[in-house]
């Protein structure tokens, strides 16, 4: 169960990535950039569910169980700072400074 579902969490990561970079590039539209972003979104609720179910596995299992469910946990941080690095690649840059009206223009001859 783990394998698949890692699995699918990097397939999904590997698409958003792709798409990240294509919007890099000019090749993906704003609209584009809200579905992922939305897709995102979805795959984190779904991470969420999952560290639900690794919490209670984890109380149920003893042993190397218990390892299994540790590392799966952490490959669950991980995915998260990875979806938490693909969200802020597709953030809008930051709006440039206003100019100061009174301040001379920058060609301006100096006095």
Do not use: K, Y
């Not at 179910?53 to 190397?64: F, P, V």
């Amino acid at each position: 169960m783990l394998s698949r579902t890692r699995t699918t969490i990097l397939a999904t990561l590997a698409v958003a990535l792709g798409l990240t970079l294509a919007a890099c590039g000019g090749g993906i539209g704003q609209e584009d950039v809200d579905a992922l972003r939305s897709q995102l979104e979805v795959v984190e609720q779904r991470l969420d569910d999952v560290e639900g179910m690794l919490a209670d596995a984890r109380t149920e299992i003893d042993g190397n169980g218990a390892e299994l469910v540790d590392e799966a946990h952490r490959e669950l941080v991980d995915t998260r700072a990875m979806i938490a690095d693909v969200l802020a690649e597709l953030e809008p840059p930051p709006p440039p400074p206003e100019a100061d009206p009174m301040a001379p223009a920058p060609d301006a001859p100096a006095f």
